[in-house]
């Protein structure tokens, strides 16, 4: 992705699951497509995140899961969109850009989930709604790191 593609992306997928932009920021970070070294990409913090992101989706669907506009959830939701979007800014595109537009996708991602979700999500119908996102949210989150730019440029060994 060229620009600020990837940094809307991301930050729509921290609105939808926050914790699963975490997680894909530590995939992308281990294959060198993350800006810096902000974004720890050791297999420690991809499983530390990637099982978090899957313990997210489970209490989602408790009773007891908070809304995610609240301010505690929604400041978080918007403060990765925007980490994440300046890690994955294009080479050529300004990072504090890329932080606004992870934060634009972050406040995107949480109103457009939540309406598609429905008033209650104790229902039947807002928990499959709720695995729905789940999975858009996850395939969403590969695709935003396949197709993220890589950072790190590899140089062949000399031979």
Known sequence: MQGYE???????????????ACAALTWA????RTRGDLIPGGPGARALATTAAVA?????????AP????????????AIGAVGGWA???RRASPNYG??????GALAGTLI???????????????TWGLAEDVAAASFAALVVASA???????????
């Open 6 to 20: 990837g940094s809307f992306s991301i930050g729509f997928v921290a609105g939808m699951r926050s914790m699963s």
């Open 29 to 32: 970070a281990s294959q060198g």
């Open 56 to 64: 997210e989706m489970a209490g989602d669907k408790m009773p007891f």
């Open 67 to 78: 809304d995610r506009r609240i301010p505690p959830s929604f400041a978080f939701r918007l």
């Open 88 to 90: 994955l800014t294009g």
């Open 99 to 104: 932080a606004l537009a992870g934060a634009a």
């Open 113 to 127: 989930g939540r309406a598609a979700r429905g008033g209650d999500s104790r229902t039947s119908a807002g928990r």
């Open 149 to 159: 730019e890589r950072q790190i440029e590899t140089v062949p060994p000399a031979s």
